[in-house]
């Protein structure tokens, strides 16, 4: 798997700028990352239930409007982690020390990379229910999919132990480029969207809509 480096421009700030440099150093960096990482995902397939209390899917109970929305037509959910380790950590770590400047597109690979492995992932679950409709991802913290769920949806997917993912008491994950999100399986095609600046709990301090722009999550 490659650095998506347009994801990566925008995750760094920079949008569509034709920068012939940036991109170039932009690039550079990818390399030396795809070199040392790739993503890594694991999944849970579960039975779905809708409860007054939120929608239950391998012991979690999934609050607010948004999962009832998106699993409404579901009878089965996936947990999906996906996480680029440690190795990400011990690269950024190096460019920090020798440069800020490719410590931040490393940064900006990395975010960029982690989302190419849940594309992949999710390409993979489509092929395995192959007579099945999926859902948009949606990620705790996203949406009012709460932050606090994390410890349990990560112990559910037995993350420690399969990749090496923590949660912190701060509800961060270790290591940092790291995603959990839940797709759902229905048998009839899935109309309800639910990304976009609307939907995301950054929305109001996000720098990028500050810039007039957007992550490119639509």
């Known amino acids: 798997m490659q650095v998506d480096l347009s994801e990566a421009m925008r995750y760094l700030g920079a949008g569509q700028a034709e920068d012939e440099a940036l991109l170039k150093s932009l690039g550079a960096v990818a390399s030396q990352l795809e070199q040392i990482a790739q993503p890594k995902w694991r999944y ?41 380790g440690a190795a990400f950590e011990t690269l950024l770590r190096q460019k920090q020390a020798r440069s800020m400047a490719e410590a931040a597109m490393l940064d900006a690979c990395g975010s960029a990379f982690v989302e190419v492995g849940c594309d992949a992932a999710e390409r993979e679950i489509a092929q395995r229910f192959p007579d099945c409709y999926l859902t948009d991802r949606f990620s705790p913290g996203y949406g009012d999919l709460p932050l606090s769920i994390q410890p349990a949806f990560c112990a559910a997917l037995d993350a420690q132990r399969q990749l090496g993912v923590t949660v912190t008491e701060s509800l961060l994950m270790v290591p940092t480029k790291t995603v959990t999100a839940v797709i759902g399986l229905s048998e009839k095609p899935q109309m309800a969207r639910i990304r976009g600046c609307d939907f995301c709990q950054r929305r109001e301090t996000c720098n990028l809509r500050k810039g007039g722009r957007s992550c490119g999550i639509s």
């Open 44 to 84: 849970r397939v579960a039975p779905v239930e809708h409860t007054p209390e939120g929608e239950r899917a391998a012991g979690l109970c999934l609050t607010g409007q948004m999962a009832k929305t998106m699993l409404a037509e579901c009878d089965r959910a996936v947990l999906l982690i996906c996480t680029l």
